[in-house]
């Protein structure tokens, strides 16, 4: 599992370098890991709690997919407000339902916790200070 | 059809307006509780604190409570800074709280299951938000769709999809609102159903009615408790947004 051409500029991405290339998968995926886990946006125990206590299975659903929804329809809505404007009919409407897309499924990343707020105030400034930013 | 379950969110004219200046300004049933919404949030809060006393009544203790709550939800995540905009929070919680379970009663009809509702609430905030960022921090406000250390090249399409992620939040936000109510009193209303029209079949039917009941019971449980918690993610979400309005940089 050795792969002695990686570069170290993949593994900076990873927010920390390892001197080593030829470190092995699971090393790496290790780093990968504590990396992603500092990135994601720390809550508390108790507020944790709240959430998963309460909110049943239906509301994350509802949560996640109005998201990922949103993303889309925002996306669509500009590529054809573009187009209509600019006459560049369907590439706006093409493109921009791609980058809706990525918008929605950055919102549910988002609403998942797994990527930072775009800004959390004094707290995104802590939690960005280690790594090499999203 | 006896029980459409789409019927209870159905609009009618109570004062019918239906042309003033071009303008449709009837008097609805959702004006109506609107209204009443209004009420009664005004009333409890008029007279839980009418008394002020250093004991509290359990009226003022359920008011000071609701401060309390939405008081420290806005603290938690705007900081100090952000109980400016505490009235607009608060009279936000209240107004959909309000809305929300003045919908659990039968009969009622229930404010926030209309998009063009939430969307217009959603929209004050996001209104809100702009407004507020612009007049405070001026052009540095756009900062907040750039995020840092994104390698040059990737600039361009990353504001683009932060521009895209900025404005679905009106969205999301009211669709999440008006979806989880809708869709509750829908399966509330489809489940009863099934208790009447099982019910008319004889004694196997009303036998079989007993499991439909209970899940009707269960669900009434659980709608109360997400009537509450729907107002709540809305006024945590609105604290959220606010928070960006007032610290925007990276």
């Known amino acids: 599992m050795k792969k002695p051409t990686r570069t170290p500029a993949t593994d900076e991405q990873a927010g920390r370098v390892i001197s080593n290339p030829n470190a092995d998968l699971e090393q790496r995926r290790q780093a990968l890991e ?23 299975g239906f509301g994350a659903a509802l949560k ?71 | 059809m006896a029980n459409d379950p789409i019927k209870q969110f159905e609009i009618t004219r109570i004062v019918p307006l239906e042309n003033v200046a071009g303008l449709d300004l009837s008097f609805t049933n959702s004006s109506l509780f609107m209204v ?62 309000f809305a929300n379970m ?4 039968p009969y009622f009809f229930t404010v926030t299951s209309h998009i063009i509702v939430t969307f217009a609430l959603a929209m004050l905030v996001i209104g809100t938000v702009v407004v507020y960022g612009f007049m405070k921090h001026g052009l540095k406000f ?8 994104v ?21 999301s936000l009211s669709v999440r ?13 489809v489940f009863a159903g099934f208790v009447v029209s099982l019910g008319a079949l004889g004694a196997a039917g009303v036998a079989g009615a007993i499991l439909p009941l209970i899940m009707v019971v269960a669900i009434t449980a659980l709608e109360f408790l997400v009537a509450f918690l729907q107002a709540y993610v809305f006024a945590v979400l609105t604290c959220m947004y606010l928070n960006d309005a007032l610290h925007p940089s990276h």
Do not use: C
């Open chain 2, 151 to 171: 390698p040059g090249y990737l600039v361009p399409l990353v504001v683009l999809i932060e521009i895209i992620s900025f404005l679905s939040r009106p969205i």
């Open chain 2, 177 to 189: 609102l008006f979806a989880n109510m809708l869709a509750g009193h829908i399966t509330l209303k």
């Open chain 1, 64 to 134: 996640m997919s109005s998201e990922f929804v949103a993303g889309i329809l925002v996306g669509a809505g500009l590529g054809y407000l573009l187009d209509l404007l600019a006459g560049t009919t369907p590439w706006g409407l093409i493109v921009f339902l791609f980058l809706g897309f990525a918008a929605g499924v950055l919102n549910v990343l988002r609403a998942a916790g797994r990527v930072a707020q775009p800004a959390d105030g004094a707290r995104g400034e802590r939690l960005r200070g280690n790594g090499a930013g999203d």
């Open chain 1, 34 to 56: 504590d990396a992603l886990a500092q990135r994601a946006p720390k809550r508390d125990a108790a507020e944790e709690g709240r959430q998963e206590g309460a909110g049943s």
């Open chain 2, 102 to 105: 003045f919908g659990m009663f």
């Open chain 2, 36 to 97: 009443a919404s209004v009420a009664a949030a005004s009333a409890f809060l008029y007279f839980g604190s009418a008394n002020r006393g250093l004991v509290p009544s359990r009226l003022q203790s359920m008011a000071e409570l609701s401060y309390e709550f939405v008081a420290s939800m806005l603290r938690d995540a705007a900081g100090t800074q952000g109980m400016r905009f505490f009235p607009f929070v608060f009279s936000l919680f209240m107004f959909v709280l």
């Open chain 2, 142 to 149: 756009l900062g907040l769709f750039v995020p840092e250390g």
